[in-house]
DNA sequence: AATGGGCTGTTATCATATAACACTTGACTG
DNA sequence: CAGTCAAGTGTTATATGATAACAGCCCATT
């Protein structure tokens, strides 16, 4: 196994406002070529996403544009653009949280897996053929067409079990 | 890969009030055995848990509960019940689906992995050591220490793949 | 019978998500 | 260049899922 398939590991001090920036141009580009509108709003939404490496919930986002905006933006508007961006894909949404986190690699459509620390709270993000194909091999055994996968693992990132 | 790790497979026509007799003789037996008391609620929010194949969500055990009754059961009954069996083993949270659905071999610890139909909504529970293992395998080329998995796939099963 | 811990009832509230409808904007059409 | 329409956003209300806090009950042990 080799660590090319591992989107992100956000333990690795790194730049992250460049991680941000990225994200937003690789957005910016992926709309446009799917000529869809990468509206004001839906980067804002999408910036905010990417605050950290944590999933962030919908009532987060809703707090931090209220914050900016101070009027008071009501759910629709967060959902709508998370929708939005969910489509593109552009974010992730994590079942086992409620909360929404960045696309790590939205040029190529997928459903991450995702390792989640209970400490920190930080997600990194995998895509691994390893385990789509164990699943994809015990589905087929049953006759299961996959449509769709959530696997959302949680534990101890390892910076955070040295800490413990 | 053999069928020997495959829980159940709710599409074999079976006789499915022997799946809820068993289930409950097996949660009376393990109840007994930890110690617990496995009072009459608890027992009949299992058993509507068991009604069918398909994940129940904790309003619909409410309700269900209401119809026996009706004297109607507040939210915080239904979900201590549901938080005792989780502890206990004997049911499963889905949490893609906010549902919950009776564990298939309960006598031993684990969170399923679960093949879900979009379709009929049935849930198939596995227990596959390869998934485990590539996750396992993945989670360790970061350094990070799994605790707990969740593994739900949607798609077809065998027998709404035939009626479409 | 006393008593104390675990279980359940009850009320209120929080957290997450969506429905429905009105208004705005911006891209195409003629 | 104005008209028009679809997509996007605002706004209000509400659905859906889950928990906090406290009161009262039951029953196992003494």
Redesign the pocket.
Known sequence: MTDAFIQIDPHHPHDHSQCVSEALDAAEQLCAQAG??F????KRVLELVWQSHKPL????ILEALAREDD???????????L??LLEQGLVH?I?S????IGCASPEHRHEGQFLICRSCRIAIELDQPAIRDAIGASAASVGFAVEGETVEITGLCAQCQVAA
């Open positions: 869809v509108r509206t004001v709003l839906r919930g919908a009532y987060d009027r008071r933006a009501a759910p629709p508007t967060v959902y709508r653009a929708d939005f949404r079942a949280l409620n909360a929404f």
